[in-house]
Nanobody, 114 residues
Framework: VQLQASGGGLVHTGGSPRLSCTAS????????MGWYRQAPGKQRELVAR???????NYADSVKNRFTISRDYEKSIVYLQMNSLTPADTAVYYC?????????WGQGTLVTVSS
């Protein structure tokens, strides 16, 4: 499975871009999906994850600003980002996993200007 992330780019502080991650083939409904990010000089960290049960988990730094959602029919996972600040500047990676399967996208850069 190949994952293609899109929606990144240069955004002003306070902006609200939406990231999309599309899988190259259908994804089983038992898959968990998530977004991670890696800022310059820092380790990759979890941003948000949506589990096959529908439950979600968010990093404290993005709670109440970001929303993760999925469309199984289209094999897409979204990340709606609101109220961005320069601290959100990072490469954002999508991840889809089920069983022993674990797939990562190539990353999309989000740069938030002050």
């Amino acid at each position: 499975v190949q994952l293609q992330a899109s929606g990144g780019g240069l955004v002003h502080t306070g902006g609200s871009p939406r990231l999309s991650c599309t899988a190259s083939r259908s994804i089983p409904k038992v898959a968990d999906m998530g977004w991670y990010r890696q800022a310059p000089g820092k380790q990759r960290e979890l941003v948000a994850r949506i589990y096959w049960t529908g439950g979600t988990n968010y990093a404290d730094s993005v709670k109440n600003r970001f929303t993760i959602s999925r469309d199984y029919e289209k094999s897409i996972v979204y990340l709606q980002m609101n109220s961005l600040t320069p601290a959100d500047t990072a490469v954002y990676y999508c991840n889809i996993a089920w069983g022993l399967n674990d797939y990562w996208g190539q990353g999309t850069l989000v740069t938030v200007s002050s």
